[in-house]
């Protein structure tokens, strides 16, 4: 929905007033749904990546997809696709995240028809923040087309409309715990809150839930049984992309042959690379951080 250009800088330190010089300047074509679709691909499952593009950042997106082989279906919108910068100073993040670019009621008919018109597919995933000129009601929209044409639906928004999304019964959703906090009110301090927390989603609709807990590791849930897999330690380079890779890697695997063991793992792995690197990075050492990590069923 809102792809981005992401620019991810260091300096020394950050000072008013002042020329603060920057050095290792990254640049990547990101957005969730992006991010999602590379790092998919980049484990051997077939994916394409639809969105709003605007301006020379849109054109770089789409054509550095189209570098790398990724089918994506461009709606163009007037504005320029925005551009967030994430600063490391040197021993902190900073992230500036602009709003995106506006999208009209015509590109939005645009997306509903191409939906409509796609050869087959199996699933659909909506991440990230919506751009300005989309009402959330525009989830709706596109949920029932995908229930018309028979496509599981994979959610990782942070709408706070999350609660009635979910009697469309999505496949999988992919809260971590703020979005648990700010959309359903709850805190999870133990085991306890993780358990009420999880039947209340599944009570609502959704079929399975990966509840990320950033550096704390993960959850998942299939409404008989909880597992948790840790996390990997690493020094954080930027956090960007972290999230959308990690969904990526386990899909990757649970949607495949691997079982819900090795698609936690892979997930948890590749979120850590990610997290260690600028952008997506290499994911070269997905492999090696998997064999430090381990799955148990907590409930």
Not at 97 to 111: C, F, I, N, T, Y
Not at 215 to 240: Q, R, T
Request: hydrophobic share 40%.
């Amino acid at each position: 929905m809102n792809p981005a250009v992401d620019m991810n800088i260091t300096s020394q330190g950050i000072h008013p007033k002042v020329v603060n010089r920057t050095r290792d300047s990254f640049y990547s074509h990101n957005g969730k749904g992006i991010n999602l679709t590379r790092v998919l691909r980049h484990f051997g499952m077939d994916s394409a990546a639809l969105g709003f593009f605007g301006g020379f950042s849109g054109r770089y997106i789409v054509d550095s997809l189209r570098e790398e082989r990724v089918p994506v279906y461009p709606i163009q919108v007037e504005e320029t696709t925005r551009i967030n910068i994430f600063l490391n100073d040197g021993s902190q993040e900073y992230k500036f995240v602009g709003e995106g670019a506006h999208v009209s009621p015509e590109a939005q008919r645009e997306l509903l028809e191409l939906l409509e018109s796609l050869p087959d597919f199996d699933y659909f995933t909506i991440n990230g923040s919506l751009p300005p000129g989309i009402d959330e009601t525009f989830y709706d929209e596109i949920l029932e087309v995908c229930r018309l044409r028979g496509a599981q639906v994979i959610l990782d928004i942070s709408s706070r409309r999350m609660p009635e999304l979910l009697r469309f019964k999505p496949l999988l959703i992919k809260p971590n715990d703020e979005e648990v906090r700010e959309i359903w009110g709850r805190q999870l301090t133990g085991l306890e809150d993780v358990a009420d927390t999880m039947a209340l989603l599944h009570g609502q609709g959704a079929q399975n839930v990966l509840l990320t807990l950033g550096d704390k590791g993960m959850l998942f849930s299939d409404g008989a049984g909880i597992w948790y897999c840790d996390a990997p330690k690493v020094k954080l380079v930027s956090s960007a992309c972290a999230g959308d890779s990690c969904l990526a890697a386990f899909l990757s695997e649970w949607l495949g042959e691997g079982g819900l063991e090795r698609a936690m793992r892979k997930g948890s792995a590749t979120g850590a690379d990610v997290a260690g690197s600028n952008g997506i990075g290499d994911l070269l050492r997905v492999s090696e951080y998997m064999q430090y990590l381990t799955v148990r069923k907590v409930r």
